[in-house]
């Protein structure tokens, strides 16, 4: 069955809640309104109501259905003050919390921090600092992760891989690596993706000698030690990690080498670029980031997204609040 097809039919009637703070964006607000007509979850649209129903009115789409709340008039707006208040500890003053909540990425990650919403989907006009960086000060990592990364879902046809992180850490240490390696096994049996996780370098098992290099070496021993019921290898480039025939020659005592279906790339900038390439040349739907190991999903778009990927990145998200 198609990725989608069954995560729809995991999120059909659970009346998921996903908040999307970008209502005035017509991508995100056609995605919205295909998502509440098609029965998949109940969007919570964050803008001023008769904005965004303008936007609907020249795009020529129908938002009238659409929970639609204006952070400016929301009756609970005080009692959302005090809740930032408290979880950012002396971090923020009432005054300042009055001023960061009126932002809309802000007030949707308080109303999912509050139980009001399951998830959000947001970044199609907005940095991903600027979207992550709530979701990592008041939602933060689960307990076990002490960092949350991005993944991309990379889907071509039949063939579907994860890639990590492209979107969040921009230096992981070792440590950090393994851990980003670990959730990423986890975020691609969600999506029945069998995870064989490559640790990814320009040097295949010892063929360079670098401080990177070594770096993605102790990553892979860490990430075995913290799961040995994956099947974590590394350091490897990606002909050997992706490549039987390549395999054979540069890693060929290697279970994943030559198989594997999940990338973690070293740093930010080969992983970021990686998807990109991948995505714009290859032909690749990608689908994400998926922030992993948060409390509850936030997910955070590409600005160069289209309709459709906010459709199945919120699809995701919703999925993702019924798992943790
Ligand atoms: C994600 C990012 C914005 C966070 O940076 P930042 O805002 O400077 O974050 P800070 O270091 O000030 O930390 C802010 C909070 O987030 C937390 N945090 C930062 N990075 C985190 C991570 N990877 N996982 C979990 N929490 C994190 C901090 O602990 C801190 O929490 P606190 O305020 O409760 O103490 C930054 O790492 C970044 O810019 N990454 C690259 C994003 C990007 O441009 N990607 C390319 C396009 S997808
Ligand atoms: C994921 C990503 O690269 O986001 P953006 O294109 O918005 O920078």
């Known amino acids: ?34 998502l509440n007509n098609d029965g998949l979850l109940k969007p919570v649209v964050i803008g001023n109501v008769e904005e965004v129903q303008a936007v609907a009115k020249e795009n020529g789409v129908d938002a009238t259905d659409l929970i639609i709340i204006d952070p400016t008039s929301y009756d609970k707006f005080d ?6 208040v408290d979880r950012r500890k002396g971090k923020a003053t009432e005054d300042q919390a009055r001023t960061i909540l009126l932002d809309p990425n802000y007030f949707g990650t308080m109303l999912t921090y509050m139980g009001e919403a399951d998830g959000m989907v947001s970044g199609a006009i907005h940095s991903t600092g600027d979207t992550v960086r709530p979701a990592l000060q008041i939602i933060k990592t689960k307990p076990g992760a002490s960092r949350t990364s991005g993944a991309f879902l ?16 921009i230096n992981p240490a070792a440590q950090e690596l393994a851990e980003i390696a670990v959730e990423s096994a ?11 996780v490559a640790m990814l370098s320009f040097s295949s098992k010892g063929s360079a000698k670098s401080e990177e290099v070594t770096k993605v070496a102790e990553a892979t021993k860490i990430a ?15 002909d050997a990690a992706f490549v039987e025939s390549v395999a054979q020659q540069k890693a060929p005592d290697s279970a994943v080498a030559g198989q594997a279906t999940v990338f973690v790339f070293p740093e930010i900038q080969s992983g970021n670029i990686g998807y990109k390439i991948a995505q714009r040349l290859g032909g690749f739907e990608a689908v994400g980031p998926i922030l992993q190991g948060l409390n509850k999903p936030v997910s955070d778009l590409s600005r160069g997204c289209n309709e459709e990927e906010v459709y199945k990145l919120s699809i995701i998200t919703a999925a993702q609040s019924l798992m943790d």
């Open 1 to 34: 069955m198609d990725i989608f097809e069954g995560l729809k039919q995991q999120i059909t009637g659970k009346d998921v809640k996903i908040v999307f703070p970008e209502g005035k964006d017509i991508r995100v607000l056609g995605a919205a309104i295909r």
């Open 79 to 84: 009692d959302m003050v005090a809740s930032f």
């Open 154 to 169: 990379m889907v071509r046809g039949d063939e579907k891989y994860l890639f990590s992180d492209c979107a969040i850490n």
């Open 186 to 196: 986890k975020t691609a049996e969600m999506f029945g993706i069998a995870p064989k």
């Open 224 to 238: 075995q030690e913290l799961a040995p019921n994956y099947e974590i290898d590394g350091e490897l480039q990606f």
